[in-house]
């Protein structure tokens, strides 16, 4: 004879379990800043339309690019290339949706892959803001420096900033579409792009895209192993391009994802509740009808 105790306990600890799951689900989405939810829409604005990743493997960047350095030097991009190969982030460094996402996902899969960086690869950040300082960058480098935990390894690391011809030329041949988009204020000082690394060989051309904010280690570990042979890597889908929705006419930011997961979360939950209501009717009929028979 089952026991309707039992029933009871497992079914309040799955109901726990999906309320863990619920919440957690409910947390990675809080509030903050000017994260929010925006309407939804099965038409993405028209502003979007220039807000692409095109993929140009096997394209040669710009290498007599001008930019600064985090201490304000000037500096040529040819300077990174022509020993090992590079992983390059186009962002902006006071954005405050996208590219902490995108950062933060890159140094926690290097953190995972068995490189060294300024010794096997170089990593090379630039600003699509022309307007944000070597001050500025030099802050995000510290930040991230103490957040990849190897401050042995910064010389690796690059954050530059740069004039709009020389932003136009490098994000023109990587085909890293954005446009300036106003704030919460009204002022034109954000922008709307995509979220992807580029990958790219020694000689500075392109070998691989990942796109999204989270880059499984162990593709990123291979992805640097060919790089540094040469080789050009295959087109990836561009599924997980956009992370973040951008309403500029809300000046509102969606986590889309995450909006999902949360919306499962509360499906298990509703689902747990009603199969435990009925078996708890179903076990105390039938210990009604043991008791009466």
């Known amino acids: 004879m089952r026991s309707w105790t039992a029933t009871v306990t497992a079914g309040l600890a799955a109901l726990a379990f999906a309320c863990l799951f619920a919440s957690a689900a409910l947390a990675q989405v809080s509030s903050y800043g000017d994260k929010q939810m ?14 692409t990743i095109t993929q140009k493997l096997n394209t040669r960047i710009p290498l007599d690019g001008e930019f600064r350095d985090e201490t304000g030097k ?11 190969p590079v992983v390059l982030s186009l962002v902006y460094y006071q954005c405050k949706i996208v ?5 933060d996902g890159l140094v926690s899969a290097l953190e995972m892959v068995k490189f060294v960086p ?3 690869f170089d990593v090379v950040f ?15 480098k510290a930040l991230y420096i103490k957040r990849y935990g190897h401050p042995e390894t910064a010389n690796g690391w690059h954050f530059l900033t740069g004039q709009q011809p020389a932003i136009d030329s490098l994000t023109s041949a990587v085909g890293f579409g954005y446009v300036r988009v106003p704030g919460p204020d009204g002022v034109m000082n954000q922008f709307a792009h995509a979220s992807a690394i580029e990958l ?38 561009a599924i997980l391009t956009y992370c973040y929705r951008y309403d ?46």
């Open 38 to 51: 925006g309407e939804v829409s099965d038409h993405p604005p028209a502003l979007l339309d220039k807000v």
């Open 74 to 84: 000037a500096v040529r991009l040819s300077e990174y290339f022509g020993k090992r």
């Open 99 to 103: 590219c902490p996402e995108e950062i």
């Open 118 to 120: 300024g010794k096997d």
């Open 126 to 140: 630039v600003s699509i803001d022309p307007s944000e300082t070597p001050e500025i960058a030099a802050k995000e």
């Open 200 to 237: 790219l060989t020694a000689e500075g051309r392109l070998s691989q895209y990942y796109l999204g904010v989270e880059y499984p280690p162990n593709d990123l570990r291979l992805g640097l192993v060919e790089a540094s042979a040469g080789k050009i890597g295959s087109p990836v889908d």
């Open 248 to 293: 500029p006419k809300l000046n509102r930011h969606s986590l889309v994802i995450a909006r999902v997961v949360q919306l499962g979360g509360l499906i298990t939950v509703f689902g747990l509740g009603s199969y435990m209501t009925i078996m708890f009717r179903r076990d105390l009929k039938h210990d009604e009808k043991n008791a009466n028979g």
